[in-house]
């Protein structure tokens, strides 16, 4: 029932989470951003070099990755060289084949090959001013919000704090460092994940 969901996003996930949760504030009882962050370009501009520039790098090697040919979902989540893979986690075979399974061709592929692309980074892109609005909605929600991070993420790092200082539901929270994950972390740690939203209930 609206008003009364817990939500939980990573990555993209908690991307499109987030804009929802700062738009329409009144449809959630609490929040989870795990992994994730939302690309005002105000809040961009307050980062620093040093916080950023890791999570710039590990993007565009991301970025770079998710253009070549011999792309699959197996590769992105389970391969030791994939840049969204900082812990070399391996996955079981039943676990590979549930990630391939929506891709049985290269065009199947479209829409993931375009998810880097669309992440907005200054004021010239469409969503800018979406994005504005969103945050300025996040920055009254005063409902139980956590941020969940793992050990080893980089791509997302920056937001971690910015959401934890910018959410007024996220102050004076113990926020959970998911330990032994990375990009994945929903993968790697499900069942602690589960204990922090479970948490906020």
Known sequence: MAGDITLFGQDWGGFVFLVHVGLTPDRFAAAVAANTGLTD?????????????????????????SESPDLTALWAVGSPDSALNQTAHVLTEEEAAAYDAPFPSERHFAGARQFPRLVPLDVTDPPASMLRRAWAGLAAFDKPFLTAFAE??????????????????????????????????QEQ?????VDAILSLG
């Open 152 to 185: 080893h993420e980089d791509i997302t790092r920056a937001f971690e704090r910015s959401l934890q200082t910018r959410v007024p539901g996220a102050q004076g929270r113990d926020h959970v460092k998911v330990p032994d994950a990375g990009h994945f972390l």
């Open 41 to 65: 370009p105000d809040v961009m501009a307050a980062f620093t070099s040093e916080q950023f520039a890791p999570a710039a790098g590990a993007f565009l090697h991301w970025l770079e990755q």
């Open 189 to 193: 740690q499900p069942d602690l994940l």
